[in-house]
C-alpha cells in the first residue's frame, strides 16, 4: 500500500492557469499570473505563479499529470507589455508556457507512474505543484530496511527533504557526474559518510588526496609517497608487481615482439618456478640457469606447477629479472655429442637484441616513483594485505586510499587501479562481500576506466571496473563513480548504472551521454543541467519516475584538496 499523499494536489491558491494546446511534444498553458512579479506564501511554502523548471500537476480524470514547465514567454502582440517604461494603460500580458509531461499519480490507489494514462485536455486546470507531493510522486521509499538515507531537499523548497533507502542508491551501482566544481566531491563524501553510518564498508580510491578530511572509523593510507623520518605517522602502502598480471608488465616494460617478448615470457616462468621449486637452483644462485642443462627437470616442474604458475599474484623476484632474462637466451639444443635433450650455449643475437629491454627494466628498478611497485621499502604494507585486514575488522568502515603521491608515469595510476579493481572482483566472486557488502568508491573515474594502454604489441584494456559494474552486484561489491568526463566511462558500465547523481552538466556530449544512460532523462530535462548551482543535482535512479532537482546535504568532514596542492603562483 502506498503512503497517503501528503497534501491535496489541486489548492485553489496554487492555481496557476489552465491547458491551451495538446500535442504529444507537450502540453501549452495560459499563464495568466506569470509576470507578476513577487511570489507570495501560503502556509509555510512559497508559492510562484510559474516559473522556468517548476513542477505543475494538472489535474485529470482521477490522476494528476505531473509536468515540468520548460518554457515561459509571452505572444508577440503582448511582447511590449512588461516594460516598466510603457505606460498605455489597459494592455494585459498574458504569458504561455510549455510543459512538458513526466509522469502521472492515481489518486484512487495513490501509485505513480512514468506514463501518463489520459492526456490533459483543453480547459484542464493546471497547479504549482507542492513539494510534498513532487516527493511523494517522484521517490519510491520501497525498501526502506536499514533506515533511508536523506540526501537532501528539494531544489527551491528547503522543507521538502528527500531520503532514498540505501538499496535504490547502492543496490546498484551509482554514477555521480558534473563538470568540476559542480559538487561531486562533496556529494561522495557525504554518501561515503551514509554508508559508514549504516555498517557498511567503503574503499574510496581518492586520486588527488583531498578526502583527507574525513573522520570517524576511517583509516587513511597512502599508495607511494616517502615517510619524511621515523616519527612521521602516516601509513604509506605499495602495490607489489607480482600482483600485477603478464599483460601489465609488458605494458610497463613494453617488450619487442620478435625476440624480447617470448624471452621476457619464459624469464617470469623461470623466476616463478625456482620460487615453487628452489631445488632447480644451483647453490649461491637466485636464477635458473639453461644454459647446457636438461630440459627434463625444468619442464617436468612446468607440468607439475602449471596451477600455482599461473595463479594471480604468483610471486617472484624482481630483481632477478634483468640476469635470468639473459640466462634465457640460449640455443633451444645443444649440438654437444650425447645432450641432445639439452638447452645449449648462449644465443648472442637474442642476448643482444634482450639489452635494451632489460636497461629499461633496471631503470624501473631504479625509478623513484615506481618504488611502490617494483621495489617498496619495509615501512610499506602490500595493500592487498592492507585490504583484507580493513575487511575483517569490524571498527573500521572507511578504507581511503590516497594516490596523491602515486606517479603518473607509465600508466602507472591507471594500472594499479584497474589491478585493484581485479583483486577485489576475485575476493567478490569468492563470495567475500556477501555478509558486510563492500562498495568501492573512485573519484576522477575518467582517469582509470575506458582505457587501453601500451603499444599494440602489449596493450592491456582496463576492463576491471567494467566486470565489477557488470557481475559485482550480485556479489555484494558495487561501485560509486565520480567523473566530470561521463563520455570517458565505457557504456557497459553506464548501462549498470541505477542511480545518477548529475551535478552541473554543461558539456552537451557528455549531457547526451547520461540521457542515453538513464532512460529517464531527455533533452528538455537536461536543458536545466548547465544552470545547476554548486551542490544541486539532478537525481536520476531506476527507482524514481522521473529526475529530481535536490540540493544535496553537505557532508560533514568537506573534502579539500591539502595545503600546498590548490596553491598556485597567483594566490601564493
Ligand atoms: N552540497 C553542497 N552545498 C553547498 N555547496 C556545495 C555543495 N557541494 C559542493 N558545494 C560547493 O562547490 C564547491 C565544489 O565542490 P566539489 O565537490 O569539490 O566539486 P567537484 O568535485 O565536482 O569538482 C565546493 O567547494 C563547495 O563550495
Ligand atoms: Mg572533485
Known amino acids: 500500500m502506498a503512503e497517503p499523499i501528503p497534501s491535496y494536489p489541486f489548492e485553489r491558491s496554487r492555481y496557476l492557469g489552465s491547458v491551451s494546446r495538446v500535442s504529444p511534444l507537450g502540453v501549452r498553458v495560459n499563464f495568466p499570473f506569470a509576470t507578476e512579479v513577487a511570489p507570495s506564501q501560503y502556509a509555510g511554502h512559497r508559492v510562484t505563479r510559474g516559473q522556468v523548471g517548476e513542477f505543475v500537476v494538472i489535474e485529470s480524470f482521477g490522476s494528476a499529470i505531473i509536468g515540468r514547465i520548460t518554457e515561459i514567454q509571452l505572444p508577440d502582440r503582448d511582447r511590449l507589455s512588461v516594460e516598466p517604461e510603457r505606460n498605455e494603460g489597459d494592455e494585459v500580458a498574458n504569458p504561455i508556457g510549455m510543459i512538458k509531461l513526466l509522469g502521472s499519480v492515481d489518486l484512487n490507489s495513490n501509485q505513480s507512474s512514468r506514463g501518463i494514462g489520459e492526456v490533459p485536455r483543453v480547459g484542464d486546470y493546471v497547479y504549482l505543484a507542492h513539494p510534498d507531493f513532487v516527493r511523494h510522486a517522484i521517490v519510491s521509499t520501497k525498501g526502506t530496511k536499514g533506515g533511508l538515507i536523506e540526501i537532501g531537499h528539494l531544489s527551491g523548497a528547503p522543507e521538502t527533504r528527500i531520503s532514498l533507502s540505501p538499496a535504490s542508491i547502492f543496490g546498484r551501482h551509482c554514477a555521480v557526474l558534473g563538470t568540476t566544481g559542480g559538487g561531486k566531491s562533496w556529494s561522495t563524501a557525504r554518501l561515503v559518510e551514509q554508508v559508514a553510518e549504516r555498517g557498511g564498508k ?3 580510491l581518492d586520486p588527488t588526496g583531498e578526502y583527507h578530511t574525513l573522520k570517524g572509523r576511517v583509516r587513511h593510507i597512502h599508495l607511494g609517497g616517502t615517510r619524511d623520518s621515523e616519527a612521521d605517522g ?13 599483460m601489465d608488465l609488458f605494458a610497463f616494460l613494453q617488450p619487442s615482439p620478435g625476440v624480447q ?3 621476457l615470457r619464459d624469464a617470469l616462468q623461470s623466476l616463478k618456478l625456482v620460487q615453487l621449486e628452489p631445488e632447480l637452483l644451483d647453490v649461491d644462485s637466485s636464477i635458473l640457469i639453461k644454459e647446457e642443462r636438461p630440459w627434463k627437470p625444468v619442464n617436468r616442474a612446468i607440468v607439475t606447477h602449471d596451477r600455482a ?14 640476469p635470468q632474462i639473459l640466462a634465457e637466451c640460449v640455443y633451444p639444443t645443444s649440438n654437444k655429442d650425447g645432450m641432445k635433450s639439452h638447452w645449449g650455449g648462449r644465443h648472442q643475437n637474442s642476448y643482444d637484441s634482450c639489452i635494451t629491454l632489460c636497461m629499461r627494466i633496471t631503470t624501473f628498478q631504479k625509478s623513484q616513483p615506481m618504488v611502490p611497485i617494483f621495489a617498496p621499502p619495509e615501512y610499506m604494507t602490500d595493500l592487498t594485505k592492507v585490504i583484507e585486514d ?20 607509465q600508466h602507472t595510476r591507471e594500472l594499479v587501479v584497474n589491478a585493484i579493481g581485479r583483486y577485489l572482483l576475485g575476493r567478490a566472486r569468492n563470495g567475500d562481500f556477501q555478509k558486510v557488502p563492500l562498495v568501492v568508491a573512485i573519484d576522477e573515474a575518467h582517469q582509470f576506466l575506458n582505457k587501453s594502454i601500451g603499444d599494440e604489441n602489449n596493450k592491456v584494456t582496463l576492463d576491471a571496473f567494467g566486470l565489477i559494474a557488470k557481475e559485482g552486484r550480485k556479489y555484494g561489491l558495487t561501485c560509486l563513480l565520480a567523473t566530470q568526463r561521463p563520455r570517458d566511462v565505457p557504456e557497459d558500465v553506464l548501462s549498470q548504472i541505477g542511480m545518477f547523481v548529475v551535478h552541473r552538466l554543461i558539456n552537451e556530449r557528455d549531457q547526451l551521454v547520461v540521457i542515453n544512460a538513464s532512460g529517464v532523462l531527455d533533452q528538455s530535462t537536461a536543458a536545466f543541467l548547465p544552470n545547476l548551482r554548486d551542490g544541486e543535482a539532478l537525481i ?13 546535504n553537505q557532508p560533514v568532514n568537506k573534502p579539500r584538496l591539502e595545503e600546498n596542492v590548490d596553491m598556485t603562483w597567483m594566490s601564493a
Open 261 to 263: 617478448a617470448p624471452k
Open 540 to 552: 536520476v535512479g531506476a527507482d524514481s519516475i522521473m529526475p529530481m532537482p535536490i540540493i544535496l
Open 309 to 322: 604458475l599461473h595463479a594471480p599474484s604468483a610471486v617472484f623476484s624482481f630483481k632477478d629479472l634483468v
Open 202 to 204: 567503503v574503499i574510496l
Open 234 to 246: 602516516r601509513e604509506f602502502v605499495s602495490f607489489p608487481y607480482f600482483h600485477l598480471t603478464e
Open 390 to 409: 580493513f575487511l575483517a575488522d569490524p571498527d573500521t568502515a572507511v578504507l581511503r586510499v590516497s594516490m596523491r603521491y602515486l606517479a603518473f608515469e
